[in-house]
């Protein structure tokens, strides 16, 4: 498993050997709460000495998660000053070596090249890849410490309070430009209360659906579609990712035309995504579909084209450098599970093969994404069993 990977969310990171008072800035986070620009307060809780993470370099020492509105959102750390780059404080230096090296993101968040903000510090916009959340990283040289804290955009003042920038002298609005200001993209300011609320409904669909509890799954999914909608818009990338789960979930119910109608109001969103990976997703959602349905010729077809759209994927990922530091830490553009992804859709085709009588290239594929799981540490282990 990813080694950065710390409550579900983007670890952020401040020298282990102070208490947790010591690691946060003299003039940063309040001793009290404070409020988030959805109006949700938001605190710092410091851990214990024995949960601040395992599996992580000496340097780093996850102290405190941040927890806005009663939810756990993000998290707070320090980098010694030793493990890298200097400390002088400008961008330059906080997009060296320390950052690369130890700001990679968990594999479910897709962030853009650092924007810098005040007193040397620098914000991550990332976006959460599972529902879309925009997810915000602040790093800021501090007393010869790299400090860090994570979190959603809407806890952007408790995030600066977090390393040592000044919250006060803005007001909610005004706050609010200058965040979404920092983003490539519009983003929306919402609540941790939501986005717990949108990953519930879909775990609950998740779980409905292992259990061939389709109808179940169909009625979260559909909740969860109505509130990323409200929150997101239409035109979102993950509301057509819960179109295109509802639309299989459909078909598993014999709705053949609903489901395809649904793929088809996903289509047009995916086709202005600047990912790869989604119209991957959606041939493959468009192959398990026409399956379903019992068209062999329609579904084989579709599922060669997500076959050889993630081959593209994963190649140009083994072909780039790495030098920029947004892809370092999770280029938007890039998809850390795509050699998982390119397994499943080849044993999606082996699949199909089999049940056509095609044998030799059914174990061929299989073969082949065995292979390419072999290069996925990050997999779901129950994609091996599959």
């Known amino acids: 498993m990813n080694k950065w990977k710390y409550l579900g969310f983007f670890i952020a990171l401040f020298p282990a050997t102070q208490d947790v008072a010591a690691q946060i800035p003299a003039n940063g986070t309040p001793a009290g709460s404070i409020s988030s620009l959805a109006g949700e307060q938001c605190t710092i809780e410091p851990l214990s000495p024995g949960s601040r993470g395992r599996d992580l370099p000496a340097v780093v ?187 299989v979930i459909v078909a598993n119910q014999g709705r053949y035309d609903e489901a395809d109608r649904l793929l088809q109001r996903a289509g047009p969103i995916v086709d202005l995504s600047p990912r790869p990976a989604d119209r991957a997703r959606l041939a493959g959602y468009q192959a398990n579909v026409a399956w379903l349905r019992g068209d062999a010729a329609r579904a084989l077809d579709a599922a060669r084209v997500a076959t050889a759209q993630w081959r593209a994927i994963v190649a140009t990922a083994a072909a780039s450098t790495g030098d920029d530091v947004a892809f370092a830490i999770g280029d938007g553009g890039a998809d850390p599970l795509a050699p998982a992804e390119l397994a499943m859709a080849l044993n999606r085709e082996s699949g199909f093969l089999l049940q056509q009588e095609e044998p030799a290239g059914a174990n061929a594929r299989a073969s082949e994404a065995l292979i390419q799981l072999d290069k996925a540490t990050d997999a779901p282990r129950w994609w091996r069993a599959d």
């Open 61 to 247: 020492h996850v102290e405190a998660t941040l927890q806005c509105g009663g939810h756990r959102v993000g998290s707070v750390a320090t980098i010694s000053a030793g493990a890298g780059g200097g400390a002088s404080g400008t961008p330059a230096a906080l997009a060296a070596a320390p950052l690369r090296s130890y700001l990679a993101p968990d594999d479910s968040y897709g962030c853009e090249a650092a924007k810098p903000v005040a007193d040397g510090a620098l914000l991550f916009p990332c976006r959460e890849r599972a529902n879309g959340w925009p997810m915000a990283v602040l790093a800021r040289w501090s007393d010869g410490r790299l400090v860090a804290a994570s979190g959603p955009a809407s806890a952007w003042p408790a995030l600066k309070a977090a390393v040592g920038l000044p919250v006060s002298g803005l007001s909610l609005t005004g706050q609010k430009a200058e965040i979404t200001a920092l983003w490539p993209y519009p983003v929306t300011i919402a609540g941790a209360a939501d986005q717990a609320m949108v990953q519930s409904l879909r775990d609950t669909a998740r779980l409905a659906n292992s259990h061939f509890l389709f109808a179940e799954a169909e009625k979260a999914l559909r909740q969860a579609l109505d509130l990323q909608v409200r929150l997101f818009g239409e035109k979102d990338i993950v509301a057509a990712s819960v179109l295109m789960d509802v639309a």
